[in-house]
Structure formats: C-alpha cells, structure tokens
C-alpha cells in the first residue's frame, strides 16, 4: 500500500505518518507526495510497513505510536 494512500484511508498527518513509520521529522514523507523536482519515491520497505499496519489497525483499531 502507497504510504499517501495509508495516510488518507487513517486520516493522518504527516508527522503521525512520519512517527509510526519510523521517520525523525516528516520532510521525507512530504516528498512522497509533491510533484516535481524534490519528488521522492517511496522504497519497498515502506510499502510493506504499511501493509502490515494497515492489517493491525484494521483488526485492532488505529494507534499512533513510534513502532521502532
């Protein structure tokens, strides 16, 4: 699942992105949504990640918490 895509199904922002993901600040996580130069592509990684928690929260309910 695309990282923006989890944001938007969990209503969350881009630092709660940033936190459950593992990220220090959510400069990263902005990227993956702008267009143009400074555009950043998500790794493999981070699509997994967001898999999985998509999974947990969907059986267990949302939680913002720093998974690392």
């Known amino acids: 699942m695309h990282p923006i895509e989890f944001k938007k199904k969990w209503q969350l922002t881009y630092n709660d992105l940033a936190l459950v993901l593992g990220y220090e600040n959510d400069y990263t996580v902005r990227c993956w949504a702008i267009k143009g130069g400074h555009k950043r592509n998500p790794s ?3 699509y997994v990640a967001c898999r999985l ?8 309910g949302k939680v913002i918490d720093c998974y690392l």
């Open 53 to 60: 928690l998509d999974e947990k929260w969907s059986a267990e």
């Open 44 to 46: 493999k990684v981070v």
